[in-house]
């Protein structure tokens, strides 16, 4: 049983326009939410989190979104570039549990020139 | 400061044989954990130690896995003996204490069983 999804596994975006990423999660006891971005062969590094008081978290060209009501969270990058291709993994846990994440199946994010 | 740093980074062995993995995390961070991405899949959890004690070893897949947390600095997972759907990526995480703290991910060590 998955509790975090990510049904887009790639995507596709031109440089300079928006990337949005999508994950939706199940448990409603998860209450703390990462995105993690990983190259071939590197292991995960960690990108932006947004905590279930929040709707909006943003750095930089990140945005995450929060809709608790949904339980579905989004990623943006505006604008994208090419180095930000790569796989994008939703990371999910409960505050209280340190690090012991639940992860999606990541979206690979092409952005082309 | 030294990432985390796991080894070897690819292991290839024969089905029954024993590997070692080896983590060593940042130093001063208390939790560190173990995780296994196998084809593709999601990273999914296996183990979590804080200083030297198991605090939560729910993910791992049977008793063919040992985890082991010496003095509280490096940590190695043995598989014991391996078999073919052992294969994948293992990756090893630190975080320091306290709450939602962002884990630090090594490299991984890619195990292929043959």
Not at chain 1, 54 to 69: A, H, I, P, Y
Not at chain 2, 89 to 97: D, E, G, L, N, T
Request: with cysteine; hydrophobic share 30%; charged share 20%.
């Amino acid at each position: 049983d998955q509790q975090v999804k990510q049904n887009s596994p790639s995507l596709s975006v031109q440089e300079g326009r928006i990337s949005i990423l999508n994950c939706d999660y199940t448990n409603s006891m998860f209450d703390y939410f990462l995105w993690y971005k990983k190259y071939p062969a590197e292991g995960p590094t960690f990108l932006i989190s947004i905590s279930s008081i929040k709707d909006k978290n943003e750095d930089g060209r990140f945005t995450v979104f929060l809709n608790k009501s949904a339980k579905h969270l989004s990623l943006h990058i505006v604008p994208s570039q090419p180095g930000d291709s790569a796989v994008y993994f939703c990371a999910a846990t409960r505050t209280g549990t340190a690090s012991k994440l639940t992860f999606g199946t990541g979206t690979r994010l092409q952005v082309t020139l | 400061e030294a990432g985390v740093t796991q080894f070897p980074s690819h292991s290839v062995i024969e089905k029954g044989q024993t590997v070692t993995l080896r983590c060593d995390p940042i130093s001063g961070h208390d939790n560190l954990y173990w995780y296994r991405r196998v084809m593709g899949k999601e990273i999914k959890f296996l183990l979590h130690f804080v200083k030297e004690s198991k605090q939560d070893e729910s993910g791992m897949p049977n008793n063919r896995f040992l985890a082991e947390r010496t003095g509280g600095t490096y940590s190695t997972l043995k598989v014991q003996p391996a078999e073919l759907e052992d294969s994948g990526v293992y990756f090893c995480a630190s975080s320091p204490s306290g709450f939602n703290t962002e884990a630090f991910f090594g490299q991984g060590t890619r195990l292929t069983v043959v």
